[in-house]
């Protein structure tokens, strides 16, 4: 049958359901291969948010315009729409991993909260002042790096090596 792919992305836009189910059988090998190399902490996530995707690119893929009258076309964007996806994910998954540090000193089981301030104002104090404005803001003021280099007057650059070198330093304390 020739140009399946396409008939069934037209299907789907027009809301038939079983469609997107054929699409989904279809291009479920593409869907495990980037699951399984994005390696998420708790394991169950990753197929689901790039099924989440695909089922975007499927609705919006702009089969109506002159490049889509073949299969391989349609095939080839969903491809390189889903591979984007993984990439924006598996960036996002590094950038999560690179900026968590574990603590054996569990400070949320403290009871007294006055001896969770004295910690934390404690190991704050060890940094830098640069660090520890960069620490506070990023973190306890939820801003983002170019936020911060703006206050600070430092390039967004300056602002990453100084708080991976204060998480580097909470490191060592723990």
Do not use: H
Not at 19 to 37: G, V
Not at 92 to 98: D, M
Request: hydrophobic content about 35%; aromatic content about 10%; glycine content about 2%.
């Amino acid at each position: 049958m020739a140009n399946e792919i396409l008939s069934l992305i037209e299907r789907c836009q027009k809301g038939d359901k079983d469609s997107l189910i054929l699409l989904l059988q279809k291009f479920d090998p593409l869907l495990n291969k980037y699951s399984r190399m994005l390696n998420y902490k708790d394991g169950e996530d990753e197929k689901q948010d790039l099924v989440l995707e695909f089922i975007k690119v499927v609705k919006k893929i702009p089969i109506y315009e002159d490049g889509f009258k073949e299969d391989k076309v349609a095939v080839s964007y969903i491809n390189r729409a889903i591979k984007y996806k993984y990439i924006q994910l598996s960036k996002k998954s590094r950038c999560i991993n690179n900026s968590e540090f574990s603590c054996e000193y569990d400070i949320g089981n403290c009871e007294d909260s006055t001896e969770n301030k004295f910690i934390l104002s404690e190991l704050i104090n060890n940094l830098s002042d640069i660090e520890k404005s960069v620490i506070k803001l990023r973190y306890f003021a939820g801003l983002s790096d170019r936020e911060i280099a703006s206050i600070n007057n430092i390039s967004r650059q300056a602002v990453n090596q100084n708080k991976n070198r204060a998480l580097k330093k909470l490191r060592q304390y723990f």
